[in-house]
């Protein structure tokens, strides 16, 4: 049927209808939280590019966390900032590292807290990169190693779930068997599968203090231009064993996370970096968009394109508008 018997608008003129036919609703149960941890006490660092982000030591990020659960956010994603780096990133894989010490400290207040820990050598190595150089190149299969080792330290600290975000070759496998072997069979694991060398995640590096000192990072991170690599990606990370599979960034990516939903079926997550976020918050400092709109426009953009998992620093400002807060 067409015009004049069918009108689209129709449903459109009164607003409970509106909500009975609205297609894709967020719910503060998609969003994950990523949180930065630092060494010290009653450090509290504002991440200038980041409004309202911090570097936060570990009984600050405790306090942190009970707000953030409060809001009804019920998962955060962990960075650590350690005190010192070395060479190939062994510094994550220390019983007494950051994320393991935020990881007991968090546990111990807020056992239903769901715990996710990022995996890649970045934030510990003294170059920036996310795995051992040799050769003036980040060597795949010795990271390996150590992407293994951070991992099952991170589980053996409490962490809930696993997510590798260093995009070598082969971490899935290696990852599931370590963990596997260490008793940990239970623990998922969260793939950065398809994962681009974004400029995007400028702010980022300067909250976690990982950009590279020299090169960049597009010998192991996606070209921007591709996304048949990307269905691939997930294709790997599914074989290996993910659980979750992720598409990062998310919003000039949308149709990846499109094509990967379709394709695979699989709980997909979706990472609207930094620079996504802090693009709003300055736009909308400026007045030139509203922020909290445009916020849950884009949130929500995501979850139509095929996102179950939204990793996202708005998570409590955007759970607090669906719970009414605002
Ligand atoms: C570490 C990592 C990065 C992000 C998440 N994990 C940065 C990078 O790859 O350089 C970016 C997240 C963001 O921009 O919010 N490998």
């Known amino acids: 049927m067409t015009f004049p018997v069918t009108r689209l608008r129709r449903l459109r003129y009164n607003s409970v ?3 009975m036919v609205t297609e894709t609703k967020l719910s503060a149960d998609d969003f994950v939280m990523p949180l930065f941890v630092c ?3 009653n450090v509290k660092n504002h991440i200038n590019s980041m409004p309202g982000n911090y570097q936060l030591s570990v009984e600050l990020l405790v306090e942190e966390c009970k707000t953030i ?3 009804g956010v019920k998962s955060v994603l962990l960075f650590g900032i350690p005190a010192y780096k070395d060479e190939d990133g062994s510094v994550a894989c220390e019983h007494n590292g950051i994320v393991q010490q935020a990881i007991r400290a968090i546990k111990k207040e807020l056992k239903d807290l769901y715990v996710i820990a990022d995996v890649c050598n970045c934030e510990y190595t003294t170059h920036g990169h996310c795995g051992t150089i040799i050769d003036g190149d980040v060597d795949n299969d010795s990271t390996l190693i150590t992407l293994a080792k951070q991992s099952v330290s991170l589980a053996e600290a409490g962490a809930d779930m696993i997510a590798p975000s260093d995009m070598m070759d082969g971490r899935v496998g290696v990852i599931r068997a370590q963990l596997d072997a260490n008793g940990f069979e239970k623990i998922p694991i969260m793939a950065y599968s398809a994962k681009y060398a974004s400029g995007f ?3 980022f590096r300067e909250a976690a203090e990982s950009a590279p000192k020299f090169g960049n990072r597009a010998t192991y991170q996606m070209n921007p231009a591709n996304s048949n690599e990307a269905l691939r990606e997930v294709a790997q990370d599914i074989a290996e064993g993910a659980d979750i599979v992720m598409v990062k960034p998310a ?3 949308l149709d990846v996370i499109y094509r990967v939903k379709n394709e695979f079926n ?3 997550a979706a990472y609207n970096v930094s620079g996504e976020f802090s693009m709003l918050k300055a736009a909308a400092e400026k007045g030139w968009i509203d922020g909290p ?5 884009i949130l929500t953009s995501i979850k139509r394109a095929g996102a179950d998992i939204i990793i996202t620093y708005h998570a409590v400002e955007a759970a607090n508008i669906l719970n009414g807060k605002y």
Request: charged share 15%.
């Open 17 to 19: 209808l509106r909500q």
């Open 251 to 253: 919003l000039s990516y």
């Open 39 to 41: 060494s010290g006490t």
């Open 69 to 71: 659960y409060a809001a």
């Open 266 to 268: 699989m709980p997909v």
């Open 201 to 203: 995640y400028g702010p």
């Open 293 to 297: 709109r445009v916020m849950m426009e």
